[in-house]
């Protein structure tokens, strides 16, 4: 993964992190994120002091829903591979009027790739944050 900021004409600093080929927008941390939501495939990293670790992949159609990550079955998961809410961080590939399965090909080489914990069937292999 690779970190970058982009200037825009505003002066306004985009940041996007590198996954695979893709460039994903963001990190932010998930409790700044809102809706709405398109088509994106997305990770959830785990900032551990200056690095990021990929914990969970997922894509998902548009939404408008404010508890989309919060209801996420595996947000304990998160949680517990992140220390804190605080460390727990979003990053999102757009891929306006995708398909699902155009975005289940890009996460499943990226899940290939990364193998984050929370992606396991058996969540029984958390690690502590410290």
């Known amino acids: 993964m690779h970190k970058k900021g982009k200037k825009s004409g505003s002066d306004t ?3 996007t992190i590198q996954i695979l080929s ?6 932010i941390r998930l409790s700044e994120w809102g809706p709405p939501m398109d088509e994106v ?3 959830l990293l785990a900032r551990i002091k200056d690095t ?3 914990i969970f992949a997922g894509e998902s159609g548009k939404t408008n829903a404010v508890d989309f990550f919060t209801k ?3 947000f304990r998961c998160w949680l517990q591979n992140a220390g804190t809410e605080d460390n727990l961080y979003l990053s999102i590939y757009p891929m ?3 398909a699902t399965q155009e975005r289940q090909k890009i996460l499943q080489k990226i899940i290939s790739q990364f193998q984050p914990i929370c992606n396991k069937s058996n969540d029984s292999n958390v690690w502590a944050a410290k």
């Open 22 to 27: 893709y460039e994903f927008l963001g990190p």
């Open 96 to 98: 306006w009027n995708s």
């Open 72 to 74: 996420n079955e595996k």
């Open 13 to 15: 600093s985009i940041v």
């Open 41 to 43: 495939i997305y990770v």
């Open 52 to 54: 990021f670790q990929v």
